[in-house]
């Protein structure tokens, strides 16, 4: 079992930054995938980004390329995800979730992933 737990959502104007935080704990978190996904309101959840077990490979939806940043520190047991130059349109519930099946692939669906935190709210304002 893993339990994941996020933090760091709130309410930011447009243009702002926040950084989300997971914290992971029991199985041995750092030989995982681990992602972030969101759900705006009143659409279904969708992928952010996510990075392997070292960080070395890294993937992004479109729409937060060069603008979020995710990043791990197995020591802590946590992964970021800092968000910058924010926009109403990233208004969402964020999940973190864990892969326990790959590596060093990335999978960018819902389905690659096994454990799932509560979500953290982050509300842009115009």
């Known amino acids: 079992q893993v339990q994941l737990v996020e933090s760091g959502g709130g309410l930011v104007q447009t243009g702002g930054s926040l950084r989300l935080s997971c914290a992971a704990s029991?199985?041995?978190?750092?030989?995982?995938?681990t992602g972030w996904f969101r759900q705006p309101p009143g659409k279904e959840r969708e992928f952010v980004a996510a990075l392997n077990w070292n960080g070395d490979v890294t993937k992004y939806t479109d729409s937060v390329k060069g603008r979020f940043t995710i990043s791990r520190d197995n020591a802590k047991y946590t992964v970021y995800l800092q968000m910058n130059t924010l926009k109403p349109e990233d208004t969402a519930v964020y999940y973190c979730?864990?892969?326990?099946?790959?590596?060093?692939?990335?999978?960018?669906?819902?389905?690659?992933?096994?454990?799932w935190g509560q979500g953290t709210q982050v509300t842009v304002s115009s």
């Open positions: 979730a864990v892969d326990v099946n790959h590596y060093k692939t990335v999978p960018t669906t819902q389905d690659a992933y096994d454990y």
């Open positions: 029991g199985r041995t978190f750092g030989h995982y995938v």
